[in-house]
């Protein structure tokens, strides 16, 4: 089939005719259309394109894991010394390898005191990847580890933010912890950052590996989340003979390193090596995935209404097709001419599509910011023009084949002759049910999907947390050089001087300090012990570990089970005692009943015990299962958080608290303040994005479905007019017309929602059997049905309306 020019001419000059058909077209398919297209870039991103650096596949990320009794106990986590010495020592795999650590410290050297995204690096990271740079250079080998040269390289980002660009920011300096660093090199704005530490993560700042703050350096029994070995494969089918050699060699050494250290008899150590786009994409491409699943759905009922739209304008042009045939025009020549018509169409929708689609991507840089891996990529590339190409010509030819299966050539031929009687196209009845079966069946497919994805996603953001976050801040410091200069006791004299400061204010209730709370600005996993019920013992059970004084208990407002908790009298005698949650509690003793118990801290070499002074109800972290948890009577110096409760409509700024703290050492600064309810909202703010996104859709299907069985439903009610204006002569009443023509569409939508159900549950069930789990509710079930219902019911009141409204002779005389 070969279209020229003539067709295109002659479809342009019939569409001028019928603008409104040709917006509702264009502007329907264009939105369904372009939201498909931008889920298709999305999930190219995600799962196809390649990182923006030389061999991607041959990047290579080095996580630790720690075993016990071949189970894993931690993932993503290593000790230190252990990448130190895998780093150093020759092998046959890396052709280059490099260290990085992050972490988030305060620039000294401005007046903001800015807090700052810290890499610290090895020369090899950046290099690696072909980092490109606005000025400047790289850090050389001079300044690799243990060189201690105070270097450093900003991110376009930082240099445009804090400098406003200056030209001359190679001549100045940052400072962190007292020591001042050179500004050596400026990152290139295109530069694209492997997101290998946390989906939200943007470094500020670069430093050589030296200058990480990870504490613990030489103990292998100690686990870092924040460092990692990464490097280049000489080739990438290198992987598994390279994580077998180097796990290998990790157990050896943390065996030895751990001999007869009390509850590690049990533990090993392994090294897993992940390819950078592993670790950069996780589980988002099946996020992505069912973005498109909906995006392809919201297209079908799209294009079913569009069905019924081309059906209704084929039959408006029955009498042109009719001169045509007369003129001797064959199947084929009829088929060009509707062909041509649909497509211009369909380019014209989809021009409209690429445009709404540049508009979801740009909104999905903003609203998944930190939720899905790579968005600051997304662009419009040749694969997603390319396949929205694709599906408007394949658009085009399903509509054109469904409204050439509709014309009657034989009907069209002899139509002239009988003045116009009869007709060469008319929609069936069996076609019309079949457009409200499938726009029914798919409605309910997504309605039940989506309402059931909302429930969770609202009970997730409605769920109490289990402890207080009214009026409350975390207030996180950095110590400075304080770290280094200053003794423990001396630390934790200056933070009690900075509670009484605080206590003082006439806006502050209570002052308390510890570790990071369960939800915070921390991106990362929070510290975790090993426990034992006896010392020496080779069982362990690991916990999440918080060190809190009395104060910062208090605010949270943990609900005791039982016991008390602790008091910071204690602290000052050195008694050890602890809180524990009930998972931990039961995980101790079956019954729970761990109240006064003791407890050993594995790997310690402290064989004192622990006593438990109380147990406190579980917490309730949205979309997460609670973990064992455990409170210690300790005053953490090294990276404290104040939990600061003050009096109602009370606020606090960072500026506010530094004034206030250098009174006691200008050294300790707050590096991050937030309250704990924006605390939660970051914590949140995945569910918040699916929450929108799931309504969003369900409201769109709702809408594409009420149009199309609207369109479906007028139509054959106005081929019945005068049936219906016989009926009401003989005395039928309005409420028992519709009525009627509500039982005649009821077939179809049941149909189309028994279809949508066992599609649904036949889904569920597969969740049921992956690792996938989504708690259901009878809503989700029963509310699509009734939206489903009650949208029957609407559109067909709106479709018979203008003839039951009017007297019975108006429809017996066409109008």
Known sequence: MVLNIHNFKAAFYSLLKVKGYVITIVLTLGITLGALVAMFNLNYQLLAAPLPYPNPNELIMVQGQRWENNEIRSTKRAPYPALIEAYQQKDNFFSDKALVAYGIDVERSLPENPSINIGAITPEFLATIHAPLALGRHFNADEGLNAM???????????????????????????????????????????????????????????????????????????????????RLKTNNLI?????????????????????????????????FFSYKEVITGDAGQQGLLMLAGAITLLLIAAANITNLILARAANQQRAMAIQVALGAQKLHVFRSVFAEILLLMIGATAFAVVIAVSILEILKILAQGQLPRVNELHLNFPTILFAAICAFILAAVFSLIVSRQINYRALNSMLQTSGKGGGIQISQRIRNLLILSQVALTGILLIANLQILQESRHQLTQPLGFNTADTFQASLNMGTLLAAATEEERVSYLHNIMDELRANPKVLAVGIGSLSPVSYWTGTLSTANIQTEYGSTAVIPATLTWADESYLGILDIPL????????????????????????????????????????????????????????????LPGRAELSRIFSAVIPTEYPQLLI???????????????????????????????????????????????????????????????????????????????????????????KIFIHILKDNVTPVMLGLLVAMLIAFGFWIWLEQSSYSLRTNMWGWCLPVLLIALLTAVTSLLSVWQIIRKPASFALRGE
Do not use: C
């Open 149 to 231: 040269v105070p270097v450093a390289i900003l991110s376009f980002h930082t240099w445009e933010k804090l400098y406003q660009r200056k030209p001359d920011i190679l001549d100045e300096t940052v400072n962190f912890k007292g020591v001042t660093f050179k500004i050596v090199g400026v990152l290139a704005r295109d530069f694209v950052e492997p997101v290998l530490f946390a989906s939200s993560w943007q470094t500020d700042v670069w430093l050589p590996f030296d200058f990480n703050d990870i504490d613990s350096r030489t103990e292998w029994r100690y686990l870092s989340s924040q460092a990692h070995l990464v490097g």
């Open 240 to 272: 598994p003979e390279a994580e077998h050699y180097f796990s290998s060699w990790v157990a050896t050494r943390f065996k030895e390193e751990t001999k007869g250290l009390a509850g590690f008899d049990n533990l090993s150590a392994r090294f897993k």
């Open 561 to 620: 089970v039982a016991g008390n908790y602790y008091k910071d009298a204690d602290m000052r005698a050195g008694n050890k005692v602890v809180v524990v949650n009930q998972t931990l509690a039961h995980r101790l003793q079956a019954d729970g009943q761990v109240l006064g118990k003791q407890i050993f801290w594995a790997g310690s070499k402290d064989a004192s015990p622990s006593q438990i002074v109380g147990i406190v109800k579980d917490i309730q």
């Open 645 to 735: 409760k003050v009096k109602p409509g009370q606020q606090l700024t960072n500026i506010e608290l530094n004034t206030l703290m250098a009174k006691v050492n200008p050294q300790v600064k707050v590096f991050r303040l937030l309250t704990t309810e924006q605390a939660r909202d970051l914590f949140t703010a995945n569910q918040k994005t699916t929450a929108g996104l799931t309504a969003t859709l369900a409201v769109l299907a709702l809408g594409l479905a009420a149009i199309g069985i609207y369109g479906v439903l007028s139509y054959s009610v106005q081929l019945r007019r005068f049936e219906l204006g016989i009926r009401m002569a003989i005395g039928a009443r309005p409420a």
